[in-house]
Structure formats: structure tokens, C-alpha cells
């Protein structure tokens, strides 16, 4: 599961960039079998006037699945990557959870060859 974190409009500071690793490990640590990449884009976008504009994008792209994006504006930015990690945790757990139902609803049935019986 490869990482990569960049920032727009202000610097990804050293703080900054730890706690958004650790804040993702966290969340998707379990389903890192299922992940090949994580894009986490930190922007401010409105710039130094304030407000509600702190944003967190992730790409998340899995393997055999389309991409799942993320995005979350908070006043802070902790709060914008908190938010943003746990509805990544729960969206990737339900893309799994969906192929992994669909792969068992196209064969529900084995047959045995050798007895020419369907076995349920």
C-alpha cells in the first residue's frame, strides 16, 4: 500500500505528514491487501481569509475495483483527514464486502464430474 500525500496553498509540515500517515494506517491498515495506492491531497482553499475551508481529498485505488474518492471540508485540517479516513475505512469495507458477494452468486453450485451430481 503505497502513500503519497501532497499539500496546495500552504506546506505539509513534518507533524502534519505523520499524522496523516498514522491516520490512514489506522483506518485501512486491515484492507491493505485489497489496496494498491492512496492519494491524499491537502488543500486550504480559500487561502488566508479563514473560514470552513480545510479540505481532504483521497484516491484510494484497489485492486479489480474502480477507485474510491473521498473528500471532506472541515475548519481544521486534523478534522478534514479524520473525517475523510473513516468514511474511506467504511466505503472501502462495503466495495470489498460487494465483489467479494457477487464472486459467490456466479458459481453457487459445484459439479462433481465423477458422480454427475450437483453439489450444494
Same mark, same amino acid.
Given at each position: 500500500?503505497?502513500?503519497?500525500?501532497?499539500? #496546495?496553498? &500552504?506546506?505539509?509540515?513534518?507533524?502534519?505528514?505523520?499524522?496523516?500517515?498514522? #491516520?490512514?494506517?489506522?483506518?485501512?491498515?486491515?484492507?491493505?491487501? %485489497?489496496? %494498491?495506492?492512496?492519494?491524499?491531497?491537502?488543500?486550504?482553499?480559500?487561502?488566508?481569509?479563514?473560514?470552513?475551508?480545510?479540505?481532504? %481529498?483521497?484516491?484510494?485505488?484497489?485492486?479489480?475495483?474502480?477507485?474510491?474518492?473521498?473528500?471532506?471540508?472541515?475548519?481544521?485540517?486534523?478534522?478534514?483527514?479524520?473525517?475523510?479516513?473513516?468514511?474511506?475505512? #467504511?466505503?472501502?469495507?462495503?466495495?470489498?464486502? #460487494?465483489?467479494?458477494? %457477487?464472486?459467490?452468486?456466479?458459481?453457487? &453450485?459445484? &459439479?462433481?464430474?465423477?458422480?454427475?451430481?450437483?453439489?450444494?
Amino acid at each position: 500500500m503505497k502513500i503519497n500525500i501532497s499539500t #496546495r496553498k &500552504f506546506t505539509l509540515t513534518e507533524a502534519l505528514s505523520s499524522y496523516a500517515k498514522k #491516520r490512514i494506517n489506522f483506518a485501512l491498515a486491515n484492507k491493505s491487501e %485489497h489496496i %494498491h495506492r492512496i492519494n491524499m491531497r491537502l488543500s486550504d482553499i480559500n487561502g488566508p481569509k479563514g473560514g470552513s475551508d480545510k479540505r481532504c %481529498h483521497l484516491l484510494i485505488s484497489l485492486n479489480g475495483l474502480p477507485d474510491v474518492v473521498i473528500e471532506d471540508v472541515q475548519t481544521d485540517i486534523y478534522t478534514a483527514i479524520d473525517f475523510a479516513c473513516d468514511r474511506a475505512s #467504511r466505503t472501502v469495507v462495503r466495495k470489498i464486502g #460487494r465483489k467479494q458477494s %457477487h464472486k459467490r452468486q456466479l458459481n453457487p &453450485f459445484v &459439479f462433481n464430474e465423477q458422480t454427475s451430481e450437483v453439489l450444494a
